[in-house]
């Protein structure tokens, strides 16, 4: 029997200029199959303008674990958002 | 459902206090209505559920096409013809999600297919019932399509990202094949008697199977319990099955037909509908795999799969035919 396609994973741009967004993934043997599959898994309703398609293997994620290490340090610095900063009223919209 | 009776290798639920640090967390998680993600951790209990659930899911979209597919070049129209493929299509997209949804739990899509084509795994029992009449494939969008979103709404809340944003996709689109449906019988209706009675007799034969969708109560089931707790499952078997009767007998009322159960009686008290008792016994069989056509459906699957064979190799080697030419050029201009 011959070998389970690889496994893609599929990111769509949809209609008003936004990013390609990750909307799922599927099994194609090569990238222009992928694409062709993806137009008709996931673009039956004209949600998208742009694919990407990437191979799942060629991903590589943050571990679940570290979500501590990697992301902890950045909660402290509340400076970061501008509501940290107390304008008066009278300086106007800001 | 199209997951009927989903086994949890539970004997009972465990409380908070009986469990591992690590799985305390977990259920903590799961009780905040947090999403639990592919590589975090989970019980394996909870991770093979999920797998016989959402395998079971995908099997029954596709296994689903079947009954459907018998109409699309008998159908009435072009244009209900156009309609038809749509909706079919629809049900493979839905299936492929939900294989998607399966993999990220550590199941491969071959073993999901061996499954289903082995015999092993099982799909909902609605889709071993035959496509007799054109009435049919409106009953069908009607009603089997309008239980099956009674059940994948509450979905969309189950406490596993892939599982709950497969079903946001796929209740976006299933409301379009409940209204197909309905309108193909209302049309049918008000067309010659012999038309309207061809819409009753497909009533008649797809009620009970509808209401078996649902599954056995489970009230007192320990699975159903533990699904709860991992929050797979939102709501009971019967409370979902009084939803739906709820709903459908006006619907059924509109269309001019009667629902062909002598006990059905609306009940002010409860504000909802009493209603008879599927046979058990026929839904026990059909998913044992005696129902009507469960052995055609069978072949259909495993006919399409291997008659694909050649395909799927073909495909197979153009892209690694292509793949080592790419390197070859590589080598070639370096």
């Known amino acids: 029997m011959s070998s389970e396609w690889p496994l893609w994973e599929v990111f769509i741009r949809g209609q008003h200029g936004l990013n390609h967004r990750h909307v799922g993934s599927l099994h194609a043997p090569d990238a222009e199959m992928a694409i062709n599959n993806a137009r008709d898994v996931y673009t039956r309703r004209n949600e998208g303008v742009s694919i990407w398609v990437v191979r799942s293997a060629d991903i590589t994620a943050s571990a679940p674990s570290e979500k501590g290490p990697l992301f902890d340090p950045s909660n402290s610095k509340v400076y970061r958002h501008p509501t940290f900063f107390d304008i008066p009223d009278e300086v106007g919209h800001m | ?334």
Not at chain 2, 34 to 51: A, S, V
Not at chain 2, 68 to 88: M, Y
Not at chain 2, 256 to 263: E, F, H, Q, R, W
Request: aromatic share 10%.
């Open chain 2, 1 to 334: 459902m199209y997951a009927q009776m989903v086994k949890t290798d539970a004997a009972r639920v465990k409380s908070l206090d009986e469990m591992e640090p690590q799985e305390r967390t977990f259920q903590e998680r799961v009780d905040q209505g947090q999403k639990i993600e592919p590589k975090e951790w989970m019980p394996e209990g909870y991770r093979k559920t999920l797998i016989r659930q959402i395998s079971q899911h995908a099997h029954s979209e596709i296994v689903g096409q079947l009954p459907e597919g018998n109409w699309i070049t008998r159908a009435p129209t072009l244009e209900r013809k156009a309609i038809l493929l749509a909706k079919v299509q629809d049900e493979a997209g839905h299936g492929l999600y939900l294989y998607c949804a399966a993999e990220t739990l550590g199941v491969s899509r071959d073993e999901m297919y061996e499954q289903l084509h082995s015999g092993k795994a099982k799909y909902s029992s609605i889709f071993n019932y035959p496509t007799l009449t054109w009435a049919d494939i409106g009953a069908i969008g009607w009603l089997v399509d309008g239980a099956a979103i009674m059940n994948q709404v509450p979905l969309q809340r189950c406490s596993y990202g892939p599982y709950a944003r497969a079903m946001v996709r796929i209740c976006k689109e299933e409301s379009f094949h409940q209204r197909q449906g309905y309108d193909i019988l209302m049309k049918m209706v008000k067309g010659t008697p012999a038309q309207k009675a061809m819409v009753q007799d497909a009533l008649n034969r797809w009620w009970w199977p509808s209401l078996m969708m649902f599954g056995p109560s489970d009230d007192a089931s320990v699975h159903s319990a533990q699904s709860m707790a991992w929050k797979i499952k939102q709501n009971s078997n019967d409370e979902l099955r009084q939803k739906f009767v709820d709903q459908t007998v006006p619907q059924a009322e509109y269309l001019g037909l009667t629902v062909p159960d002598p006990d059905l009686k609306w009940n002010e008290e409860k504000g909802g509908y009493d209603f008879g008792e599927p046979d058990w016994e026929e839904f026990f069989n059909v998913i044992a795999g005696n129902g009507p056509c469960n052995a055609e459906r069978l072949d259909a699957r495993r006919k399409a799969w291997d008659d694909g064979a050649w395909f799927r190799d073909g495909l197979t080697a153009h892209a690694e035919k292509a793949a080592g030419r790419r390197a070859a050029a590589k080598i070639a201009a370096e």
